[in-house]
């Protein structure tokens, strides 16, 4: 590999970048990697920590109104926007050391460049105007907002990016999109006090996910004061003479606020990146197409992570880093399984859920029976809050395979992951019942379904 510069060159220091360029460090390579702004990448920076930092920011209204129940005297309470946006600036800060500190121990060489590709091998670093080669070129580059720019003053809008910096909260703000960015979002406005809108074009938030927990989750965000448009969008954005915006809605409504937030879907980091110029071959939406070992149609460039648009999630990236490292660097060729995903929603009430939705099941088993579980959790009992917690769990009534798992309420994202060890095993619906409950929690619903809620069958085809 001498005849190169570096044995790999990683573009992109975020989630699976990082790990790409560390474990192939590891096996021995000579590795560079360039970031053009800031390392750890989406889920660092602005995405799940600083998200999930905000949520927790968000639940303590809903915990001191909670609290009287419990005899507790909560005196008046006040929220500060700045204080939480620097004490998250700086946790974030502090993880960003870690990640450039790990990268130069595993004997990494960090660029703070944009970088671009300019042949097979060929990388340009734009901030010091030098081309470097390597043997393999490994595209890391995520993704970012997508914005409808057909939509009129689309400018005067926020997205993801700006809200986890703005300079004051929000007291009013509107989020267009449907998608778990989105309601995450306005959970988190709304719980910090804001008067938040959600639009959205479909028929129902969260598509993709159990229409039980759709339906569920959004009653329940409008019980929190939430107000849910959906079969709508933004036609024309104002900016009125006070600083406010002003949206107007296909239907002819308007809604006014302080900030519109636009979380209607994210693109691959591809434009300009010289993949054209290398001959590596797009996607419609400018994914890079892979294969099953992440390599593209140029032999020595990969692509993982966001920018290929398989499962967008961190820990997703991740593993297509190591994987990557592991089959070119490590001698140990590996494939990443993408079935049987955990995910969580971080919504308010939370998501977590793993395998196939009711809709999924009976479209791909002949007998699928339904077990579903809907109950106030303990916790809300002396509360008073008016929540229920949803569990389901959807079975191949052929097998007794649990096919799908599906739990809406308080710590449901913990709960998936354990679930999917489950699943991924391939527990049946009597290795679930052959498991002593845990008591008193919410999750000894799990193992105490007895009798199918509903049996979808098939007729045997004639
Ligand atoms: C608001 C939000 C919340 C999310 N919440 C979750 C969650 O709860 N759980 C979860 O699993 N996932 C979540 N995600 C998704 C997750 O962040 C991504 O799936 C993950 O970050 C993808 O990792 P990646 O390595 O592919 O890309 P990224 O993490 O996006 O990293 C790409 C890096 O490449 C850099 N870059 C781009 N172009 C160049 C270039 N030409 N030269 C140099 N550097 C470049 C970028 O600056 C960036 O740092 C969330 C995303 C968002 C936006």
Redesign the pocket.
């Given at each position: 590999m001498a005849d190169y510069d570096y044995d790999l060159f990683v573009?992109?220091?975020?989630?699976?970048?990082?790990r790409a360029a560390r474990i192939a460090a590891t096996h021995g390579a000579r590795v560079a990697i360039?970031?053009?702004?800031?390392?750890?990448?989406?889920?660092?920076?602005?995405?799940?920590v600083p998200?999930?930092l905000l949520v927790y920011a968000s639940q303590y209204s809903e915990h001191f109104e909670d609290a009287k129940g419990f005899g507790w005297h909560v005196g008046e309470t006040s929220f500060d926007w700045k204080k939480l946006i620097a004490n998250k600036d700086q946790e974030i800060a502090r993880l960003e050391g870690i990640y450039r500190r790990n990268l130069e121990r595993s004997g990494v060489e960090l660029h703070d460049?944009?970088?671009?590709i300019v042949g097979p091998h060929e990388v340009r670093l734009?901030a010091v105007n030098r081309t470097v080669s390597a043997k393999y070129i490994l595209v890391?580059?995520?993704?970012r907002?997508y914005l409808d720019d057909t939509v009129e003053g689309v400018e005067h809008t926020i997205t993801?990016?700006e809200a986890?910096h703005l300079s004051s909260f929000p007291k009013r703000i509107a989020i267009a999109g449907g998608g778990?960015?989105a309601v995450?979002?306005a959970g988190i406005f709304a719980g910090l006090g804001a008067e938040t809108t959600l639009v959205y074009r479909g028929e129902e938030i969260l598509r993709g996910f159990d229409d039980d927990l759709r339906t569920a989750v959004h009653n329940e965000m409008e019980k929190k004061g939430i107000r849910i448009l959906c079969g709508e969008v933004f036609t024309k954005i104002e900016r009125q003479s006070d600083g406010s915006l002003k949206g107007h809605l296909r239907q002819g409504a308007t809604v006014e606020a302080d900030q519109i937030m636009f979380?209607i879907g994210?693109r691959p980091?591809t434009d300009?990146?010289g993949l054209e110029t290398a001959g590596v071959e797009l996607g419609g939406k400018g994914e890079i197409k892979v294969d099953e070992t992440s390599r593209t149609n140029v032999p020595s460039i990969y692509a993982?992570?966001?920018?290929t648009d398989r499962v967008?999630?961190?820990?997703?990236?991740?593993r297509e880093?190591h994987a990557f490292a592991d089959t070119v660097f490590g001698k140990s060729p590996r494939t990443v399984d993408h079935s049987l995903i955990p995910?969580?929603v971080?919504s308010q009430p939370e998501i977590g859920t793993v395998g196939l939705t009711e809709r999924e099941a009976c479209a791909a088993y002949p007998n699928v029976d339904v077990y579903r579980s809907i109950f106030r959790p303990m916790r809300h009992t002396l509360s008073g809050r008016d929540e229920k917690m949803v569990m389901k769990i959807l079975v191949d009534a052929d097998t007794d395979r649990v096919i799908g798992v599906h739990v809406l309420g308080p710590d449901a994202g913990e709960l998936s992951q354990v679930l999917g060890i489950a699943l991924k095993m391939g527990a049946t619906k009597a290795d679930f019942d052959a498991t002593m409950a845990v008591h008193p929690t919410a999750a000894e619903e799990l193992v105490t379904m007895r009798e199918p809620a509903e049996q979808h069958r098939r007729a045997a085809a004639e």
């Open positions: 573009i992109g220091a975020g989630s699976g970048g990082v360039a970031e053009e702004y800031r390392y750890g990448g989406t889920c660092v920076i602005r995405g799940c998200k999930k460049t944009r970088a671009e734009k890391a580059t995520g993704g907002p993801s990016n986890l778990y960015i995450e979002f979380a994210r980091n300009g990146l993982i992570g966001d920018v967008n999630l961190t820990p997703v990236a991740i880093g995910t969580a971080f």
